[in-house]
């Protein structure tokens, strides 16, 4: 079978390294689609695809349209947004994902973020520190339980609401629950999101979460932007001069945090969260070695499409 990775932002070479012997074991053909500028590339490149990997590209009708040999798609990653996955069902493609095999990337990046925010952005200008601080979780998934162990250390009082997860699982790693979002962000001074985009979640943190939230918050979003009610963001931000929003990827409304709120904001230029190379081989093997499954047994057990 051949198996095309189709990464707008590249895997690590170890990765692809990795990748290829998972595929070579079972003598299926791997090609790559690195770094492509246009879905054009990506419509000629998905033509003879059996099979495709993808990190936050978009396969929507038009690329299943162009991958006519097309059987199955891994997004070697968490969040499956990016994928149609009516389409894919349409066009009788599989489409599954590698939960968790990136997350203690993203919950490390949160926490480089938190503790770089802290220290003034290493300016020399006088901090804080973490220990002791209440931190927020909103969406009790792998990233929040890597982000979970890692404030224990640092000393921090960990709170976490989930709707999708039983209190006494969160209450057993020593965490305290929250009965919802609104007791969450009226209790916290770090808040960090790790929740999905989708039609419930999309716009759903705003201003009327956000003013809750004690004096000297923090918000950090390093799920994704979409879920932000940037307008709503942008009134907290004009009526409190306290407020922070750090996040792993630019906002839409970019512009006017640089203008105006100098010094309350930590953007990534692109999103980079899952960038390390740990992340890159366990997703992008876990992905492979899905698919050599796939072929081989028909085992289906990440599929996200019905
Ligand atoms: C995910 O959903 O797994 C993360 O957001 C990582 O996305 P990326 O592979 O595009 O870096």
């Known amino acids: 079978m051949k198996i095309l990775v189709a990464t707008e932002k590249p895997f690590a070479p170890v990765a692809i390294k990795q990748i290829k012997e998972v595929t070579d074991s079972d003598s299926h053909v791997l090609t790559l689609l690195e770094n492509y500028k246009s879905v054009a590339e990506l419509l000629i490149a998905v033509a003879d695809a059996d099979a495709m990997i993808v990190r936050s590209d978009l396969v929507t009708t038009d690329v299943l349209n162009a991958a006519k040999k097309l059987k199955i798609v891994v997004r070697a990653g968490a969040g499956y947004d990016n994928i149609d996955l009516a389409a894919c069902t349409a066009h009788n493609v599989v489409a599954m994902n590698t939960p968790g095999q ?15 925010q802290a220290r003034s952005g290493f300016s020399g200008k006088t901090g804080s520190e973490l220990r002791g601080k209440s931190l927020g979780l909103h969406g009790y998934g792998n990233v929040s339980r890597y982000m979970a162990e890692i404030a224990k250390g640092f000393g921090m009082e960990i709170y976490a609401f989930d709707p999708f997860v039983k209190e006494k699982e969160i209450t057993s790693s020593g965490i305290k629950a929250s009965k919802n979002a609104e007791e969450l962000y009226s209790g916290c001074k770090y808040v960090s999101l790790h929740i999905p985009a989708n039609d419930k979640t999309r716009k759903s943190i705003g201003y009327d979460l956000l003013k809750l939230m004690p004096h000297d918050a923090v918000l950090i979003n390093t799920a994704r932007k979409e879920i932000i009610d ?20 630019e906002p839409e409304f970019k512009l006017v945090f640089e203008e105006k709120y100098k010094d309350r904001f930590i953007f990534t230029a692109k999103k980079m969260g899952a960038q390390t190379e740990e992340a890159n081989i366990n997703a992008g093997v876990a992905a492979a070695r899905q698919i050599v499954e796939f072929f081989k047994t028909g085992n289906e057990k990440f599929r996200v499409n019905k």
């Open 102 to 116: 990136n997350s203690n990337a993203v919950a490390e990046l949160a926490f480089e973020m938190m503790l770089y």
């Open 230 to 249: 940037e307008e709503g963001l942008l009134k907290i931000f004009s009526e409190r001069n306290d407020i922070k929003y750090l996040s792993d990827v």
